[in-house]
């Protein structure tokens, strides 16, 4: 099948990785800490004072009409808060896909982060917003990291670097979606995916 050409290309995560606005950080199969243990992260922001995302595979028991109400006929299925990260878990951040060939370029509440995956204001006009975008997530809390430190998380090699797809922001929760992105990339990454959830069970 043909790559849609508003999305990047996968590719094996590279020797020293970079990462970026738009990369996905696939936690490693030996990474157990409880708060990121097969889990993939968004990066909305990198650079030389830190970085920070949402991880997109962690859902809440709350639906977004219980806090946001007027955000619920946008927000992709199923329609509740996702938990980010364990930073500021009291706050919510937005994330949705633009319409292929919508133009947001001076589009109050709505910032790209890369391609078609934006950060939306949720303080802005739900109305205004629809016109734009194909459907958003509402997440609880962040993933963040000082200068530096997912440098050396990295060298200890508790995260694979890989870009993300459009999709995988608003991916549904009856997929696996951490084995379904290990699973898209180059041998020998691709056999991750078949890692069992609980090795002491198998």
């Known amino acids: 099948m043909a790559q849609h050409q ?8 590279p020797s020293v990785p970079r990462v970026r606005p738009g990369s996905l950080l696939v936690s490693a199969t030996d990474l157990a800490e409880p708060t990121f243990r097969r889990t993939v992260v968004y990066v909305i922001e990198h650079n030389d004072s830190g970085s920070f ?7 809440s028991d709350t639906p977004v009409a219980q806090m946001l109400p007027h955000w619920t006929p946008l ?10 990260g364990p930073v500021q878990r009291d706050s919510a951040l937005c994330l949705g896909t633009v319409r292929v060939g ?27 917003v629809a016109r734009y975008v194909d ?15 997912l440098d050396g998380e990295l060298r200890n090699e508790d995260w694979i670097v890989v870009s993300a797809l459009p999709q995988d922001v ?6 696996d979606l951490w084995a379904r992105v290990l699973r898209r990339q180059p041998l020998p990454l691709a056999l991750l995916a078949t890692h069992p959830i609980e090795v002491e069970r198998n």
């Open 170 to 175: 608003l991916a549904p929760t009856g997929i």
């Open 135 to 149: 459907g958003l997530r509402v997440f609880a809390g962040y993933a963040g990291w000082s200068a530096g430190q």
């Open 53 to 59: 995302g949402v991880v997109v595979n962690r859902i």
């Open 6 to 13: 508003d999305d990047p290309e996968d590719r094996t995560a």
């Open 102 to 128: 919508a133009k947001i370029d001076g589009v109050s509440g709505i910032r790209r982060v890369d391609g078609r995956v934006v950060m939306i204001d949720l303080d802005t006009d739900p109305a205004v």
């Open 75 to 84: 927000a992709a299925d199923p329609p509740a808060l996702f938990v980010g």
